[in-house]
């Protein structure tokens, strides 16, 4: 499991095992947030098996599940109030770690737009999805 941290209370990662989430508490994160849809890949556990393994580690668990077609889906606010919680630190995961990382630049201020980027970017992340949510949220309405 490559964890990336984006902030002081906001990691990333790929696609997590039932027994990464002992290692993932015992790391400090307190929250675990899941943007994978239930069988995207026949390989991955099912949330319901993942939030059942968090809340036996005494961790909070959200499925906020999206895609490329549904980004940034209808959890972005909720999910940014996570990602801006210094007192309860989060673990968001997909497929990759990029989904995640584009959902929290999406959900950035604009006053703080241009470091998530830049942080984004430098952690080795694509950010098409996050850079078209953007471009379209400028367009006038």
Not at 64 to 78: K, R, W
Not at 84 to 90: A, C, E, G, I
Not at 91 to 101: E, P, Q, V, Y
Request: glycine share 4%; with cysteine.
């Amino acid at each position: 499991m490559n964890i990336v941290k984006l902030t002081a209370s906001l990691a990333v990662s790929a696609q997590i095992t039932l027994d990464d989430v002992v290692q993932i508490a015992a790391a400090g994160y307190t929250v675990l947030i899941n943007n994978r849809p239930d069988g995207e890949e026949s390989t991955q556990p099912l949330s319901a098996s993942i939030e059942a393994a968090a809340e036996a580690v005494g961790m909070e668990y959200h499925h906020m599940p999206m895609t490329a077609v549904s980004f940034p889906g209808p959890d972005l606010d909720a999910m940014s109030d996570l990602f801006d919680d210094p007192l309860r630190p989060v673990l968001a995961f997909c497929r990759s770690g990029t989904r995640c990382a584009n959902l929290w630049v999406a959900g950035r201020a604009d006053a703080d737009m241009a470091t998530a980027l830049q942080v984004a970017c430098q952690c080795g992340f694509e950010l098409d999805m996050a850079s078209s949510f953007i471009a379209d949220a400028a367009q006038p309405k």
